[in-house]
């Protein structure tokens, strides 16, 4: 009886990069980081059910340079995965898409959740 060498599963080396397939890996990691940005506000809910003192704290942890750049990155977050979400809202509903309108819609993603978020943060954080 010989035995036979199993054929091997494709692997990250072999395939060429895409941004439609960084973008999914975006999406899923995302999500993730959504999860874990609630944490924050459930920490200032509960903070601001407890008492002024505790939500003065919360506050002035969240004012910090780093819980600026840690809010700023959830929010992006959030607003990355919605953008995903549209787009395979949208690929779900087209009947066929062209390799080029995909990739289109990837960057479109991409550039739309930064715009997004800057609007978001000029608005409502930097302008008050």
């Excluded at 999500?31 to 939500?55: K, P, R, S």
């Excluded at 004012?63 to 919605?82: C, E, N, P, R």
Aim: hydrophobic fraction near 60%.
């Amino acid at each position: 009886m010989s035995v036979r060498a199993r054929p091997t599963s494709p692997h990250l080396q072999i395939y060429r990069w895409t941004i439609t397939m960084a973008m999914s890996i975006l999406h899923r990691a995302t999500g993730i980081a959504n999860y874990a940005g609630m944490t924050l506000v459930a920490i200032w809910l509960v903070a601001a059910a407890l008492d002024q003192d505790a939500l003065d704290l919360v506050n002035v942890v969240f004012a910090s340079w780093f819980g600026q750049i840690v809010l700023f990155g959830f929010t992006w977050s959030l607003v990355h995965h919605m953008c995903g979400g549209l787009r395979h809202w949208v690929w779900d509903f087209a009947a066929m898409m062209e390799p080029g309108q995909r990739e289109t819609m990837a960057w479109a993603t991409l550039v739309a959740s930064v715009v997004i978020t800057l609007l978001i943060w000029t608005v409502f954080v930097w302008a008050a």
